[in-house]
């Protein structure tokens, strides 16, 4: 089978390689033959060797994919041949709350990730596909879809209504959009480009702020909530954007902590935010059980994801460097 790999933490050393294909599923495992993949920011930083570089060489990139089972172990009773699915991030992940040890236990590093034909996982470690979508939509789910999901849904309790900041249009920030405005939540979106913002408007955006036009965007967020503030912020930027979420959330509004696009560090106030007893929600993916709840919402509901552009297998290395410009909107996938 063919799969993409790093020897040596670098894009330079992204290549596709053919290898053995793996041994038959034992008792409660499932063999998928993956269809497509999607890429999240940690897959870039995963192959410079800035996320782990501890992480075993050689290691196949990308927690995302999609694809059909086309063997099971003779145990297993919840999946069968022809079926399409998902595999989940944290194979042992399945409740609300997690160990350090189920959250370590991911898919593209430590554990060989999604950029590759054939893929053998627990059948624990599996959701269905909405049946609507295709496996390119599909493959941009695992991640981005169930992070900003776990947010709003599961630590989080978004209502009719509500205000939500959505920082940017990347594969998070648009699923966050999307899911507000499935429960009829009002999306105030930021981004440096006007364009952007105008397809944000599309998919149901009520406010845009241009970032670049207005630095001091929790003012602006503090006066279209008639000073109140909002319910919820989509933080993807970090330290170098938290300062202007803290004063764009209301008192006992929650922060979605999800990205450090910003940066990691900087001189930042916190007191308003202990004066104003705001939550900050650290987010990284979720368990088996939202990732289903999840899909059920996008199946009801006939929710399509934004894929921005599509590679082939060969293409991973311009893929990465592609989703390293920023200028995408929404997921871009990788079909296998």
Request: net charge neutral; aromatic share 6%; glycine share 10%.
């Amino acid at each position: 089978m063919k799969q993409a790999q790093i020897s040596r933490f670098g894009l330079d050393h992204l290549e596709v390689v053919d290898v053995p294909e793996p041994k038959d599923p034992g008792p409660t495992e499932v063999l998928v033959r993956l269809r497509a993949a999607s890429l999240n920011y940690r897959d870039s930083l995963v192959v410079e060797g800035k996320y782990n570089p501890k992480f075993p060489l050689p290691l196949v990139p990308c927690s995302d994919g999609a694809g059909e089972v086309i063997n099971i172990g003779s145990q297993v009773t919840e999946w069968a041949v022809g079926d399409r699915v998902l595999l989940t991030f944290a194979p042992k992940w399945i409740a609300k709350e997690a160990t350090h040890a189920e959250m370590r236990h991911t898919i593209g590093g430590p554990l060989p990730g999604t950029l590759r034909e054939l893929a053998l996982v627990p059948e624990t470690g599996l959701v269905r596909i909405p049946s609507h979508l295709s496996y390119e939509e599909a493959a941009t789910l695992p991640c981005a879809a169930l992070t900003a999901w776990s947010g709003l849904f599961q630590f989080s309790n978004l209502k009719p209504g509500e205000f939500v900041v959505v920082q940017g249009t990347g594969g998070v920030s648009i699923f966050a959009l999307q899911f507000a405005k499935l429960v009829g939540a009002k999306v105030i979106l930021t981004s440096s480009s006007s364009e952007k913002l105008e397809r944000g408007k599309e998919l149901g955006a009520d406010y845009l702020l241009n970032y670049k036009e207005t630095p001091e965007w929790g003012k602006e967020v503090r006066r279209i909530t008639e000073k109140v503030g909002a319910d919820h912020i989509i933080e993807v930027g970090g330290a170098g954007t938290l300062e202007q979420s803290i004063a764009a959330c209301r008192p006992f509004g929650v922060i979605h902590l999800i990205g450090i696009l910003a940066g990691k560090s900087g001189e930042l106030n916190l007191l308003p935010a202990v004066m104003n007893h705001l939550k900050i929600q650290g987010l990284v993916v979720g368990g088996r059980k939202a990732f289903m709840e999840m899909n059920q919402a996008i199946e009801v509901s006939g929710l399509r994801p934004v894929v921005d552009k599509v590679f082939s297998l060969g293409e991973s290395a311009e893929a990465i460097r592609y989703l390293r410009s920023g200028s995408h909107f929404g997921k871009i996938v990788i079909r296998i």
